[in-house]
């Protein structure tokens, strides 16, 4: 091979290595630009549902009816800036205490959910078990040792639960169980029986000792926890409920007729807040409040976190 032949292959070669090296660079490069662009659109979410929180904070600070906002699960919904909020408010007195509440209404709150007698039955004295402060097992409950024999890392609390979190470490619950009791518990109410005026649909089943014909285990969105946000195509149809559009501070704020619901009086409040950007970003907050303390201002956060989609649909592909 002569000098020119060997110079064209070298040439060639260099070529080819630029390019690779080039559309390497070119590929790192869009997908950085499209994390900024995920990260810059999952910012503006949760700025928007933090926004919902506080608008919600002057909703239930609004002095007589005018302007407050309703306290029993009703979802209002506005648009916001970029995108679009959607917020309940659940009154932490029409829950079940897990704390103080009687064993029959747990028990009842377990059926309501899909257990059936004698599993509801069991997992009620192993609550019961978890929380009391001796080390007597109950007929059906589970002490340090029943944890120990399972190869748990950990035993009984024997003292009260201090979060609601806390009952998916109870002996025998799952996690399926878990999500669908834990919206109708709490550890604030400190009241043996629910406010019902504000309690959510499974407390009122509970309390009437009503069985569901069927519940199903199917996966939902978000179930297993937020370990990271959702995005959903801004064209998604809403759901068939509309939200209410929140009431206006300084007006009277029944709507179609209805009364407000009279709140309890633990003045505890659970606000759930969704917000979607006009990009497909959502960011869903949680967080317990607690109205009308001494502090300034005049409420306290007893919990802050990423919550559970519930109020935003999510794009289902067709097959």
């Known amino acids: 091979m002569n ?58 600070m609004a002095s007589g009816q005018g302007g407050q906002w309703r306290v029993d699960g ?45 599993d509801a039955a069991v997992l009620v004295d192993r609550i019961v078990d978890y929380r009391d402060i001796n080390d007597l097992r109950q007929l059906n409950g589970a002490e340090d040792r029943d944890y120990s024999d399972a190869e748990l890392p950990y035993g009984a609390k024997d003292a009260p639960f201090e979060a609601v979190e806390e009952l998916r470490q109870v002996y025998g619950m799952t996690t399926a169980l878990f999500d669908r009791v834990a919206p109708a518990l709490t550890v604030q109410a400190a009241q043996r029986e629910p406010h019902v005026p504000t309690a959510p649909a499974l407390v009122r089943a509970a309390m009437a000792g009503e069985v569901p014909d069927e519940i199903s285990d199917e996966p939902v969105a978000g179930k297993d926890g937020p370990e990271a946000p959702e995005t959903i195509g801004p064209d998604t149809e ?49 967080a317990v409040v607690e109205i009308g303390t001494a502090s300034e201002p005049p409420y306290d956060f007893w919990g802050w976190k990423q919550g559970r989609r519930i109020l935003f649909p999510i794009a289902v592909e067709a097959e």
């Open 238 to 286: 809403l759901s068939a409920d509309e939200p209410r559009e929140p009431p206006v501070p300084g007006e009277f704020s029944a709507q179609d007729g209805e009364p407000l619901p009279p709140r309890s009086r633990t003045n505890f409040f659970t606000i759930h807040s969704e917000a979607r950007s006009d990009s497909g970003a959502v960011f869903v907050r949680e």
């Open 74 to 118: 009703t979802v209002y919904g506005w648009r916001f800036g970029a995108g679009e909020i959607r917020v309940s408010v659940q009154d932490e007195g029409g829950k079940i205490d897990l704390n103080v509440s009687t064993d029959a209404l747990l028990k009842a709150l377990m059926v309501a959910a899909g257990e059936s007698s004698n």
């Open 3 to 60: 000098a020119r032949g060997l110079a064209l292959i070298t040439v060639l070669w260099v070529l080819t290595l630029l390019s690779l090296i080039a559309a390497s660079f070119s590929n790192s490069t869009r997908t950085e630009i499209k994390l900024a662009f995920n990260q810059a659109a999952v910012a503006q979410a949760e700025a928007l549902a933090d926004a919902g929180v506080h608008a919600a904070l002057l909703g239930l």
